[in-house]
C-alpha cells in the first residue's frame, strides 16, 4: 500500500442546503431516516440509494449492493461517490468507495455529531463481519468532507448525547479550554458555540491523524481515551444495546480512575470528568451486568493490543494524556471491581 498517502481531508463548513446542492448529480448512499428528512431536498436526478438504518447495514451484503448500484448507476473510474448521513453509512460507502474500480473519490456529508467529529475524519473505513467490528476495511482519506451542523437538528436526543461523549474525550485529552466550557455548560443540539466546538474537534483529530496517520507514533492512539475499556462493554453489552458515545463515555470514567490508582492521572479528575458527564446526560457507570473478568479477557482480544499487558490512553491532567503501555490487567481489574 502507498503509505505515503495523506489521511487528511478538505473540511468545507457549509449550511445542509449548500451540502445538498453541492451533490448534484452524484451518486449519493444515505440510510432511511435520513432520506427521511433530507432526500426531498436533494437536486432533482441525484441517484440516490437508501440503505436500512442501523449497525448491521455496515456488511459485506451492504458493501456488495453499494458496487452494484454504482454499477447500475454507470459509474467508472472517473466518477465520485457521496456518504450523507452517520458513521455507518460513512464507513461502508467510504470502503466501498476505496475499493470500487481500485478506488473512487469519496464526499462525505456527515449528518451525526459522531461524524462529524470523528468517523468522517481519519481515512479509515470498514465494515463488521460476524466475528467481531472493523475487522474488514482500508484506509482512505475522502476527497472532500461537507460539514453542516444544521443536520443536527434532526438528529434523536440519544444519538447527540451519544456523540457528545467525543467531544468530551478531545477537550479531556488535549483541550482544557473546551473541557471547561463543557463542565460549566454542556453541548446540545442548539447551543450557540456548537459550530466552534465542532471545529475545534475536528482540527483536533486532522492534527493527531496528520502527526500520525498510520497509529504507529502513539500520537493518534491518544484518540483511543475511553476506547480500551469502553469497546470490551460495548462488545460484552452486545452491539446495539448502548450506543458507542456511552460506551465510550464509561470507559473514560473507568480509565480515568485506573489512571488516578496508577499513579498517572491528576486526583480529583474522575469525579469532575464523571459528574461533568452526568449532566451532560451520559451513562458513566460501567453496567453491574458486565463481570470485571469477562471485560478483561475482551480487552486482551482487543486488535489495538500491544505485547505485553494492556495499552491505555491516560489523561495526566485536563487536557493533557500519554499513552501507557503494559499496564497489568490485574490493575486494571482492581481498578474496575471498586466500581
Ligand atoms: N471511521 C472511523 O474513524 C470511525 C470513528 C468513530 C465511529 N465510527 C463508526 O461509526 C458508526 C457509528 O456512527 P454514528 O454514531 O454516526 O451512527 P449511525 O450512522 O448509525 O447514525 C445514528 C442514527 O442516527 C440516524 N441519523 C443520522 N443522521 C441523522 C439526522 N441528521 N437526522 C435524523 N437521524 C439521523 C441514523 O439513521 C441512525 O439511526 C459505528 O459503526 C462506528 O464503528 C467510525
Ligand atoms: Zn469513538
Redesign the pocket.
Known amino acids: 500500500m502507498g503509505r505515503s498517502v495523506r489521511l487528511t481531508a478538505p473540511v468545507r463548513y457549509v449550511t445542509v442546503d449548500e451540502a445538498l446542492s453541492s451533490l448534484a448529480g452524484t451518486p449519493t448512499v444515505t440510510?432511511e431516516?435520513?432520506a427521511r428528512?433530507y432526500a426531498g431536498r436533494l437536486p432533482p436526478r441525484t441517484p440516490l440509494l437508501v440503505l436500512p438504518?442501523?449497525?448491521p447495514t455496515?456488511s459485506l451484503e451492504y458493501l456488495h449492493q453499494v458496487w452494484s448500484w454504482l454499477l447500475s448507476q454507470g459509474a467508472t473510474r472517473k466518477s465520485r461517490v457521496a456518504a450523507l448521513?452517520?458513521?455507518?453509512?460513512g464507513?461502508l460507502v467510504g470502503f466501498a468507495a476505496s475499493t470500487f474500480m481500485r478506488g473512487i473519490p469519496l464526499v462525505q456529508v456527515p449528518?451525526?455529531l459522531?461524524?462529524m467529529v470523528?468517523?468522517a475524519h481519519?481515512g479509515?473505513?470498514g465494515i463488521n463481519l460476524p466475528e467481531g467490528?472493523?475487522l474488514a476495511g482500508t484506509f482512505s482519506a475522502p476527497s472532500e468532507v461537507l460539514l453542516a451542523v444544521g443536520?443536527?437538528a434532526?438528529?434523536?436526543q440519544r444519538?447527540f448525547v451519544?456523540?457528545t461523549a467525543e467531544v468530551w474525550k478531545y477537550g479531556a485529552i488535549g483541550n482544557p479550554a473546551l473541557l471547561d466550557r463543557l463542565i460549566a455548560s454542556p453541548l446540545g443540539p442548539r447551543s450557540p458555540g456548537l459550530g466552534k466546538t465542532v471545529r475545534e474537534c475536528v482540527r483536533a483529530k486532522a492534527a493527531c491523524v496528520r502527526a500520525d496517520p498510520w497509529e504507529t507514533k502513539g500520537v493518534r492512539a491518544s484518540l483511543n481515551f475511553g476506547h480500551t475499556i469502553g469497546h470490551a462493554i460495548e462488545a460484552l453489552a452486545g452491539y446495539g444495546e448502548l450506543?458507542?458515545g456511552e460506551a465510550v463515555a464509561m470507559g473514560m470514567v473507568a480509565e480515568s480512575g485506573l489512571g488516578e490508582r496508577i499513579g498517572v492521572t491528576e486526583r480529583g479528575f474522575t469525579e469532575r470528568l464523571r459528574s461533568g458527564l452526568l449532566r451532560q446526560g451520559l451513562p458513566v457507570a460501567v453496567p453491574s451486568g458486565l463481570r470485571t473478568e469477562s471485560l478483561i479477557e475482551q480487552m486482551a482480544r482487543d486488535k489495538k493490543r500491544t505485547g505485553e499487558g494492556l495499552a491505555f490512553s491516560l489523561v495526566t491532567r485536563a487536557g493533557e494524556c500519554k499513552l501507557v503501555e503494559g499496564v497489568e490487567a490485574g490493575e486494571v481489574a482492581a481498578s474496575l471491581d471498586s466500581r
Open positions: 440510510d431516516n435520513v428528512h438504518a442501523g449497525e455496515k448521513g452517520g458513521g455507518v453509512v464507513d449528518s451525526t459522531m461524524a470523528d468517523s481519519g479509515k473505513t467490528k472493523n443536520f443536527l434532526t438528529l434523536p444519538e451519544s456523540g450506543l458507542h
